[in-house]
């Protein structure tokens, strides 16, 4: 990456804007943006490991479209083994539908619809032995001036087009076939058995974006570590649970704790790339490679969620914290991920600039319909989830509930991160595929304005410079007339 001018002072994202050079680059799907960490990643994001972001819709999504979901540490090791099962048993292609039975009511339905991103539920009903056999679908609008206690049995309908699993088209003519029958969704099936379920959104970017496989071809995830515990074990139990990647995750990774946690992880050269973080330093990331990290977490402070700069003025600007740790770990031959700050698909682009193999991101995600919390809608009947930091009070409460009274009132005392905020869906982009969708378009621009192929090359072509906040604002777009 090269400077226009060199600064003087640190910098974060809004800091900063990309330079247009020459470029042979013919097309922005062109460009190969998958990840070069061997996470096994096809585009280079990442959810966060927070309770209010990543589950096992999250996880799923987020393996489907190349990306990649990570588990916070607080899930119990029983519940993270049942997640990691019923991710790898989900379909690469087909999404995962939402079912119901016959018995189910109206209300349900309506509750699950808020779950994903589909218009419409399928319904199973018992078949020979424990077989499901699929019974049809009910779509929103039939469930409008239904009485909500109504059954299922009573609104499901067949579906205007289903496909079978063993002869399903090329994507392109799936697509077709939707678009010319003029429906949104329709279910996939072996014979009598529900598979998944196929919509033209589905069909169109599944042939555009690759899944990110284990060695297996299974959608992969990752999982987090703290530093606390029993680590090892419990890091050999995730990795036997079909862990694909490892997160140590604490607030502040450049401490002894992290570098011992490290080297009992690495001792067990278990077959998965180890991440480890945050720090802000190439001090921090040296260490950290040393200890046995094989990627380094980089981020202190920069998230929606966190109030430690506020509270302790520690931290670093986001851009110059990836430039000098990403450049150190190069010099290894390891990464960095960039964790927190990005708002916007121009933040993800200048991460990956600055030398980030992948971007992880929060709370940006929280308000999507894949994200575990509920769907709340304010008074003016716009819908959010609620979001909390994994350094607020009520994340250390949830985290420390095995622990006596008094030592779970002092840990709630050093809190440094909000507890409680709402994530607003975008009604134009609820999912977090949407927002998937438009990242990645905003990076594959990014490489092609500056004439890179690749990740690496982007890394080397980058030209960047520094702006004022005037000059900040001069991009923005203007929604109506001045």
């Known amino acids: 990456m090269e400077f226009l001018t060199m600064p003087t002072t640190d910098l974060t994202y809004a800091d900063v804007f990309l330079v247009p050079s020459k470029s042979e680059v013919t097309s922005r799907m062109d460009v190969d943006i998958s990840a070069d960490d061997a996470t096994g990643a096809t585009i280079p994001l ?14 799923e999504t987020m393996a489907r479209r190349g990306g990649l979901g990570v588990l916070p540490q607080d899930v119990p090791l029983n519940v993270i083994e049942q997640v990691a099962g019923w991710v790898k048993h989900r379909h690469p292609v087909f999404e995962t539908p939402l079912r119901v ?29 424990e077989e499901e056999v699929f019974a049809g679908i009910v779509r929103r609008e039939d469930c409008e ?3 909500r206690f109504s059954s299922v049995a009573s609104v499901l309908r067949s579906p205007a087009l289903t496909f079978e699993a063993g002869t399903f088209p090329s994507l392109q003519e799936a697509f077709g076939q939707l678009d010319t ?63 694909d990647v490892l997160v140590l995750d604490t607030a502040h990774g450049h401490q002894q704790k992290m570098l011992d946690a490290l080297a009992a992880v690495k001792s067990l050269d278990l077959p998965v790339p180890v991440v480890a ?19 380094v977490k980089v981020g ?11 509270m302790t003025a520690v931290g670093r600007p986001q851009f110059s914290a990836v430039l000098d740790c990403a450049t150190a770990a190069r010099d290894l031959g390891k990464h960095v991920w960039a964790d927190g700050g990005v708002r916007y698909p121009r933040d993800v682009a200048l991460a990956l600039a600055a030398g980030a193999s992948q971007v992880m991101i929060g709370s940006w995600f929280a308000g999507t319909v894949e994200s575990p919390g509920d769907l709340v809608a304010d008074a003016d009947g716009r819908q959010y989830k609620e979001s909390f930091g994994m350094a607020s009070a009520r994340a250390v409460q949830n985290r420390t509930k095995a622990e006596d009274a008094y030592s779970r009132a002092r840990k709630a005392m050093f809190e ?34 500056a004439g890179a192929g690749d990740l690496a090359e982007f890394r080397e072509r980058a030209v960047v410079g520094v702006q004022s906040a005037a000059g900040y604002e001069e991009g923005r777009p203007v929604r109506q007339s001045w």
Request: glycine share 14%; hydrophobic share 45%; net charge negative.
């Open 277 to 295: 973080g945050n720090v802000v330093s190439a001090g921090g990331v040296r260490e950290l490679v040393a200890a046995g990290a094989d990627i």
């Open 416 to 449: 440094e991160g909000i507890s409680t905020s709402r994530m607003y869906l975008d009604p134009e982009r609820p999912s977090v595929e949407d927002l998937l969708d438009m990242i990645t378009a905003g990076v594959r621009s990014s490489m092609s304005y």
């Open 181 to 243: 029958a003029g429906v949104a969704y329709a279910p996939v099936l072996d014979g009598t058995s529900l598979v998944g379920v196929m919509t033209p959104s589905g069909a169109l970017r599944s042939g555009m974006f690759v899944p990110a496989l284990d060695r297996n071809g299974a959608l992969g995830l990752g999982a987090a570590v703290g530093i606390n515990g029993d680590v090892a074990g419990r890091a050999a139990a995730l990795v036997e649970y079909g862990v």
């Open 46 to 59: 990442v959810s966060a490991n927070m309770t209010a972001v990543t589950g096992r819709r999250m996880v």
């Open 145 to 147: 001036g239904v009485d």
């Open 300 to 310: 202190v402070g920069p998230g929606a969620m966190c109030t430690t700069r506020m």
């Open 101 to 129: 039975r016959p018995t189910d009511t109206v209300l349900d339905v309506l509750h699950l619809l808020g779950k994903r991103n589909h218009p419409a539920v399928c319904v199973v009903e018992d078949g020979p032995g």
